[in-house]
């Protein structure tokens, strides 16, 4: 089957077609569905690498994180993301890839640094943080104790989540964002992958998307009065 992909896509390189990147998707989804990958390579919320392949089961570190939430919920054109006054971060050299994501995220708050003024872009996140540090960028729903502890139930791992991050969990798991293993786990101490953060997006994308309007029904002058 991949031999035969190749030889359609340099059929129609030839033909002067663009081929779709989907077909660039690496095998192994790491968490996140080939069409889920290619929902967020569509929106420029995250890319392939260099080399065409999306490698959805490689980490993501905290730069990256930072980058993708920006660009998901344009942090950059909040009023606090334009205050003129930079923040000193003592590892993020204005030369960094990820710097002026990295203040974005800070100013608004959406991500927190460290003592001494760090913020460890290169840090690896676990789920737990990542779907943590999403929720506070998408609004953290103000469940009860009980209601969270209701929600994350149905989990078999959610005694695992910690504290600081299950109310945050609870909104990702209440808006259908979270993705699970194969025994309904959330896995929240692991490490959070590109695939992971591919099926979160998606599942924002699609959120996002515009609903059918309410259909308008027609009055008639047989119709009783509302209070």
């Known amino acids: 089957m991949r031999h035969l992909l190749s030889t359609i896509s340099l059929v129609l390189l030839l033909q002067g077609f663009p081929v779709v990147a989907q077909a660039q998707v690496s095998e192994n989804t790491g968490g996140g569905s080939s069409e889920a990958i290619q929902q967020v390579i569509t929106a420029k919320l995250m890319t392939n690498a260099a080399d065409g392949n999306f490698y959805p089961e490689r980490l993501i570190n905290r730069a ?73 960028a998408y609004g953290v729903f103000q469940f009860s104790d009980d209601a969270v502890n209701d929600i994350l139930a149905a989990y078999p791992d959610a005694g695992s989540i910690p504290n600081w991050a299950r109310r945050a969990i609870a909104t990702v798991v209440t808006e259908g964002f979270i993705n699970t293993d194969a025994q309904n786990n959330i896995s929240p101490l692991k490490p959070m992958t590109r695939g992971d953060m591919a099926y979160l997006l998606s599942k924002y994308l699609q959120r996002q998307q515009q609903q059918p309007e309410t259909p308008v029904v027609p009055t008639t002058t047989d119709s009783p009065q509302l209070p």
């Open 64 to 136: 990256e994180l930072a980058s993708i939430l920006v660009k998901a919920f344009r942090l950059d054109k909040q009023e606090a993301a334009n205050q003129p006054k930079s923040i000193t971060v003592g590892d993020v050299p204005r030369s960094h890839w990820a710097y002026q994501d990295i203040q974005t995220v800070l100013k608004t708050d959406v991500m927190k640094g460290y003592r001494g003024n760090l913020f460890f872009p290169n840090q690896r996140v676990t789920r737990a943080e990542a779907l943590a540090i999403f929720a506070q």
